[in-house]
Structure formats: C-alpha cells, structure tokens
C-alpha cells in the first residue's frame, strides 16, 4: 500500500483516485467541487480540506488539474506544494499542459530534492472508469518506472516519450489527430446521411474498408449508432469542447515555437472554436457532429448553388 495524495477530482481525476484506493492504496483526495470530493470520498478516498492537508506523509503525488496556470500554482511559490514536499517524493502530473510549463515545473522540483514526470493520459472518461488509460510519460526512466506501480493500477499502458514535457509533446501530437479524424468521421457520416445512407450501415462499411479509425470504431459520433458512446447520451460527459479546443491550441503554440506547420490542426481548432462559441464548450468533442451536420443541411438547403 503506498500512501498517495490525488490532486484534482474532475471527470478524469476522480475515477483515477477511486481507482487506485479500490487498488488498495491509502489515497488522500482534494478537489475544489463539494459533489466531487464526496463522490471520491464515495469511492474509498480520504478528502482533505486543502492541498496541504492532502499532501501530509504522502509518498506520491498525483495531479489532474485543467491548465497550465493552475498545476503553477499549485506546485510553485512559497505556500506551493513543492515547498511542503519531504524529498524524494514522487510527483506525478497527469495535466495537459504546455511543455514548457511541463519542464519548469519539474525543474523546480528538481531543485528541491523531488522527482517529477509529466504523465498526461489516452482513453477518455470511460478508460478513466475502467483503469484502461494509456499514460504517455516524460522524464527520466528511474523516474518512471518508480510511477509503474501507482500508474498500473489507473491504466493499461505507460509510456516514455522521452524526458521532461516530452509526454506533454506527445499527447498534444495526439490530441490533434484525434481532432482530425474525429472531424472526418463527422463529416463522411453527414455527407452520406444526406443522401440517404443510415449512418449504422455507412459505419459498418467504413470500419471494413481504408476509412477505419478510432473515432468511427469507439466513439462513434452519429447517435444512435453506439450505444456507450456520448453520441448516444446526448453527448453529455466524455472530453468536452473546451479541453479539445484547448489542446489543440496546445498543439498550434508548439508548432509555432518550432516553425511546425500543422494546416489540419489549425483547421480544428477553427472548427472547435467556432462549436465552442455557439454554446457548445461544455459537450463532449464528438458533438462536432451537429455542427457539420447543421453545415450540410444548410448546403443542401434550396437556393444553394452548387454548381461550383
């Protein structure tokens, strides 16, 4: 049993915490969210009144926070976790954050006598539930496989990009081709819908021919034709809008730092935000669906000419 404080109990955090104190571990939990807290304290989890009280003869310490701004503040300054940390403890940030703010932070800790890695996470809310997420590790391999034991128990795979905020580089660079295809799915599902073909069948097709990928094979975005997928939920919980559009945005800023060029990604982004902007933030990505359904209606409507 290794004595763990879990920082940040949001839709990927807390089943993460649950998970690991359903593993055995002595798990202390802090979040901002009351409903949070008690669904983790629901769950097997000690909760903690504050940061500091979570982090009290903790061996490692787990983070799952929404920014880069916010995973500063909790770690760094005079009354940041950092400073608290006995050394030699093992820090563990699962954030999507930027690299560099990724490198600064673990630098930091460095300096205090405390290993770090950044250990953003694959798979969605539901492989949060299941423990079947796929970490995606930087920093050193002492490091990480000192995390293998803790990570096991929320996920199936982890892997080493490289050293400190190569996982954040890595998960951005899929976040983006996720964006991708997800928009490709939406887009072929809505062309061929309009022309009559039932977007269960078309997806059937797909999937046995070269269009097969992950959004159209897991988290098929037309509802109805998966039945666990947010599709068929109303698109209600799975990775919102405004963290897709956030790390795309992650992604654009790293390619523009390198002279990167990322035409597809850019147009993501463009798509999200504009999904984003009609009030649409807070469901799940795959409801980029409506938007280039609603898209393709309007292009079909009379009086379109589309002769060109």
Not at 20 to 36: I, N, P, R, Y
Not at 204 to 211: Q, V
Not at 250 to 276: F, I
């Amino acid at each position: 049993m290794t004595r763990i404080a879990f920082i940040g109990l949001g839709n990927m955090g807390g089943p993460m915490a649950a998970n690991l104190a359903q593993a055995g571990h002595d798990v202390q939990a802090f979040d901002l969210s009351e409903t949070a807290c008690a669904a983790a304290r629901d769950a097997g989890c000690r909760v903690a009144d504050s940061t500091a009280q979570a982090v009290e003869a903790a061996e490692v310490v787990v983070s799952m926070l929404p920014s880069g701004a916010i995973v500063e503040s909790v770690y760094l300054g005079d009354d940041g976790l950092l400073a608290r940390l006995p050394e030699n403890t093992l820090i563990i940030d699962s954030s999507t954050i930027a690299a560099d703010t990724a490198r600064r932070v673990a630098q930091a800790a460095k300096h205090r006598g405390l290993r770090m890695i950044d250990a953003p996470v694959s798979g969605g809310v539901a492989a949060a539930a299941a423990g079947t997420l796929t970490f995606i590790c930087g920093g050193s391999e002492a490091d990480i496989d000192a995390a293998r034991p803790v990570l096991g128990a929320m996920g199936k795979n982890v892997l080493r990009a490289g050293d400190s905020g190569a996982g954040q580089i890595a998960k951005i660079c899929n976040n983006m081709l996720l964006a991708v295809h997800m928009i490709g799915t939406a887009e072929a599902l809505a062309l061929g819908e309009t022309h009559g073909v039932d977007p269960s069948v078309l997806s059937e097709i797909m999937l046995a021919s070269s269009g097969r990928n992950w959004s159209l094979e897991v988290y098929n975005p037309w509802p109805g034709v998966m039945e666990n997928a947010p599709a068929s939920k109303g698109y209600q919980g799975g990775f919102m809008v405004d963290l897709m559009h956030k790390d795309l945005g992650l992604a654009l800023d790293a390619a523009q730092h390198e002279g990167a060029s990322t035409p597809m990604g850019a147009l993501a982004r463009s798509l999200y935000a504009l999904h984003r902007q009609a009030g649409h933030g807070r469901l799940d990505f795959s409801s980029i669906q409506s938007l280039l359904r609603a898209q393709t209606d309007a292009d079909q409507s009379p009086g379109v000419d589309h002769s060109t």
